[in-house]
């Protein structure tokens, strides 16, 4: 079974930066779509941002768009999200998901089979 594994959360001051990494054992990547998602306390989870397999395809959430980049380098079996322009609002657990499907690219998480255990991304100063 794919598992996932992600890092590189911490705490960060407001307007820093931080990059996660979604990294895979057992299968490679490549095969896979890639979505995050993030889910801060009270709150649902939410699809901020996915890249269909090739890396071709990529969509961001309004939240983040403009300040997140996903990125993938299929030879490291990693994905990766650049986040940059970080404020209190992004404090929440990040979790990579991936779904089975090639060439797809969705933030509906119902897509998804495979999840990571989540890192924390804490916003302050």
């Known amino acids: 079974q794919l598992q996932l594994v992600e890092s590189g959360g911490g705490l960060v001051q407001p307007g820093g930066s931080l990059r996660l990494s979604c990294a895979a054992s057992?299968?490679?990547?490549?095969?896979?779509?890639i979505g995050w998602f993030r889910q801060a306390p009270g709150k649902e989870r939410e699809g901020i941002s996915c890249?269909?397999?090739?890396?071709?395809?990529?969509d961001y959430a309004d939240s983040v768009k403009g300040r997140f980049t996903i990125s993938r380098d299929n030879a490291k079996n990693t994905v990766f999200l650049q986040m940059s322009s970080l404020d209190a609002e992004d404090t929440a657990v990040y979790y990579c998901?991936?779904?089975?499907?090639?060439?797809?690219?969705?933030?509906?998480?119902?897509?998804?089979?495979?999840w990571g255990q989540g890192t924390q991304v804490t916003v302050s100063s």
């Open positions: 998901a991936a779904l089975s499907v090639q060439r797809m690219c969705v933030m509906d998480a119902r897509w998804y089979h495979y």
């Open positions: 057992r299968f490679t990547l490549d095969s896979y779509g």
């Open positions: 890249i269909s397999s090739s890396g071709g395809s990529t």
